[in-house]
Nanobody, 126 residues
Framework: QVQLVESGGGSVQSGGFLRPSCLAS????????MAWFRQTPGKEREFVVG????????YESDSARSRFTIFRDDAKNTMYLQMYSLKPEDTAVYYC???????????????????WGQGTQVTVSS
């Protein structure tokens, strides 16, 4: 059974830094496609950044490019999202997701992903 547990969200001022993490069990984060999504009230869950099973360059949303990075720690079986230069529009609940071993890509639609964490709140004030 796959379990994903996010932590490390919080409240920061504009321009600040946060590093949410996603602790996994039931999957090995370095062997599966993994991604971060975010969601605000009344809106669809949107793709932020993801990594293919085989690694390589991350798949990034326009909002994440040049500000957010994703990496996986094999020893801790944990995925991280490093968020720099945060803006108020980054305020959302951030979710990690695990894909399928059969994927050779990263899908940007939330409906394609099966396994999710419970989310961690990120709030950026101006």
């Amino acid at each position: 059974q796959v379990q994903l547990v996010e932590s490390g969200g919080g409240s920061v001022q504009s321009g600040g830094f946060l590093r949410p993490s996603c602790l996994a069990s039931g999957v090995t984060v370095t062997n599966y496609p993994m991604a971060w999504f975010r969601q605000t009230p009344g809106k669809e869950r949107e793709f932020v950044v993801g990594l293919r099973r085989s690694g390589g360059r991350p798949y990034e949303s326009d909002s994440a490019r040049s500000r957010f990075t994703i990496f996986r720690d094999d020893a801790k079986n944990t995925m991280y999202l490093q968020m720099y230069s945060l803006k108020p529009e980054d305020t959302a609940v951030y979710y990690c997701a695990a894909g399928r071993l059969t994927w050779d890509t990263v899908f940007r639609k939330a409906r394609d992903w099966d396994d999710w964490g419970q989310g961690t709140q990120v709030t950026v004030s101006s």
